[in-house]
């Protein structure tokens, strides 16, 4: 059968519902994606007509896994055109693995969304946009500063690095809150001693850049090797970290002398490499006086201080999202061998990069949408009947479930259980922590769904799995070493956005919202 034959057989098939049109659709990528010398068939600009009119009726996971599927062909420019006009979600492995030209790139960011534009300029930094595509994306211009990390080039240091966003974003802040005010330990310290300082080493773990700090007893200490003289000391954990090239939080550094850095610092770093060929470039991070906490603890459902100003939270969810993007884009393309054999140990360590780079993207998804529902306060409060949302989410819960391998019982309500919050928060809720735990669930085991009005107001409980039992919440909450703690932490996050929070008890766990 000649390739045209092909074509119109698949686009002569009825589709009538979505499950039929997802079909077609992934046999037209398919074959469209294999065209080579037929890429001028009148019949494949049909096929290319249809997938772009028939692509709303197909769910984003199939088209991401199409995508996925079809990376490692040399796909048409019309092909490829379509998918850049996706979102950069399914398009990111098609784009990685493509070979063109500059002008064919040039073709591709012009259809593009500003994060597949950013996703194509980190992958090939040497394309410079043209004009009339550069000014209808150019980001708010980040201020000039001495470059000091040996080894970077002019294409690495074009691109926005998560400092210079931080930065940006921090600038943004001052001029919304005015000049600061300096505090009585400041006055008391001279009016000169920094609370806190960020920095930047380089390859060799020296000190090349600080901001925030006199730079003169900080520049060319180095984190690389733990030090103990003259008032010095670098402690341990940041030297194994410095060797494993790992992030470490809230380390030990103290810088001798009687100057305005010296003392205590909590310091914190994480690793740098090289957008262009991955290599390790070094260190940045932040250093905080090491000074006891306040005595008075802010209320428990008080909203975090980080959405002060949800507008440059959700500047920095964008900024981090093309890169969590490329990360996910080349993991797959490493465990799906689309671009030729991997060895085993490789495609085990890209499958857990993708999986945490998702839970990453979850995390920002949701600090993105509790600033979206923090702008909105102010307004009335919105009520939600808890009940009547187990009610209808309890089909789409066992699914879930049974995705899994577990088994849902969601307990219907018979009453109103009136809760003061969004609805859509509601629902994210509920939909986030039942998944954290189905997750952990062993398979064939049971997970009970119940909305109830307590005597500490209306709740949602769903049980604990086994895997959890008799872990404290301390390791729940606050330390790393169980695995789906970080997923409860963002549920127990959201929940005190909404005012509420997300409590254990021995055999459940519980979302606590205000009396509606």
């Not at 000039?144 to 943004?172: F, K, M, N, Y």
């Not at 806190?196 to 730079?215: K, M, Q, S, Y």
């Not at 905080?288 to 500047?315: G, N």
């Not at 995705?403 to 219907?412: D, F, L, S």
């Amino acid at each position: 059968m000649r390739f045209d034959d092909r074509l119109l057989t698949v686009l002569n098939q009825p589709a009538e519902d979505r499950h039929d049109a997802a079909v077609r659709w992934r046999q037209l990528v398919d074959l469209v994606a294999r065209a080579g010398a037929n890429s001028a068939s009148p019949v494949l600009a049909d096929a290319l007509a249809a997938i772009r009119d028939e692509a709303p009726r197909v769910e984003e996971p199939v088209r991401a896994a199409t995508a996925r599927a079809v990376a490692a062909l040399p796909l048409p420019l019309e092909l490829l055109e379509f998918f850049a006009s996706d979102s950069l979600s399914v398009s990111a492995p098609v784009l990685a693995a493509a070979t063109l030209d500059s002008r064919q790139w040039h073709a591709l960011s012009a259809v593009g969304d500003d994060e597949t534009r950013a996703f194509i300029a980190t992958l090939h930094p040497e394309i410079r946009p043209e004009p009339h595509v550069e000014s209808a994306f150019r980001q708010a211009e980040v201020p000039a500063r001495e470059a000091v990390l040996a080894g970077v080039d002019e294409a690495a240091a074009a691109s926005p690095s998560l400092h210079d966003v931080i930065e940006r974003i921090e600038r943004r802040r001052r001029l919304r809150s005015g000049p600061p005010a300096v505090s009585s330990e400041d006055a008391a310290l001279g009016g000169g001693s920094p609370a806190l300082f960020r920095w930047e080493c380089g390859p060799g773990g020296e000190i090349a850049w600080v901001e925030g700090a006199p730079r003169g007893p900080l520049i060319g200490r180095s984190i690389a090797r733990q030090q103990e003289n003259d008032g010095d000391r670098v402690d341990a954990e940041i030297v194994r970290a410095f060797a494993m090239r790992a992030p470490f939080r809230d380390a030990q550094l103290r810088v001798g002398g009687a100057g305005p850095v010296a003392g205590e610092w909590k310091i914190s770093g994480v690793p740098a490499f090289e957008p262009s060929d991955g290599r390790f470039a070094g260190y940045r991070g932040v250093a905080l006086r090491d000074t006891p906490a306040p005595a008075a603890a802010p209320p428990r459902a008080a909203v975090p201080d980080v959405l002060s100003d949800p507008d440059s939270v959700r500047e920095l969810v964008h900024e981090i999202k093309t890169p969590l993007n490329a990360i996910m884009g080349f993991a797959e393309i490493i465990e799906g061998q689309y671009l030729g054999p991997a060895d085993r140990g490789y495609r085990e360590r890209a499958a857990e990069i993708g999986r945490q780079a998702r839970l990453l993207l979850t995390a920002t998804d949701d600090l993105d949408f509790a600033a979206k529902v923090h702008s909105a306060i102010g307004s009335a409060r919105e009520r939600v009947d808890l009940g009547a949302l187990i009610n209808r989410a309890g089909a789409e819960l066992r699914d879930m479930a049974g995705r899994r391998g577990v088994e849902a019982t969601v307990v219907r309500a018979r009453a109103e259980i009136a809760a003061a919050v969004e609805p859509e928060l509601a629902d994210r809720l509920l939909f986030r922590l039942f998944g954290a735990l189905a997750d952990l669930a062993e398979r064939g085991e049971r997970l009970q769904v119940l909305a109830e009005q307590a005597s500490d107001g209306p709740r949602i409980s769903i049980s604990r799995p086994a895997a959890l039992r008799g872990v404290g919440d301390s390791a729940l909450f606050e330390g790393t070493g169980v695995e789906g703690a970080f997923s409860l932490r963002l549920a127990r996050g959201l929940a005190r956005i909404a005012g509420g929070d997300l409590v254990s008890g021995q055999d459940s766990f519980a979302l606590l919202f205000p009396r509606g």
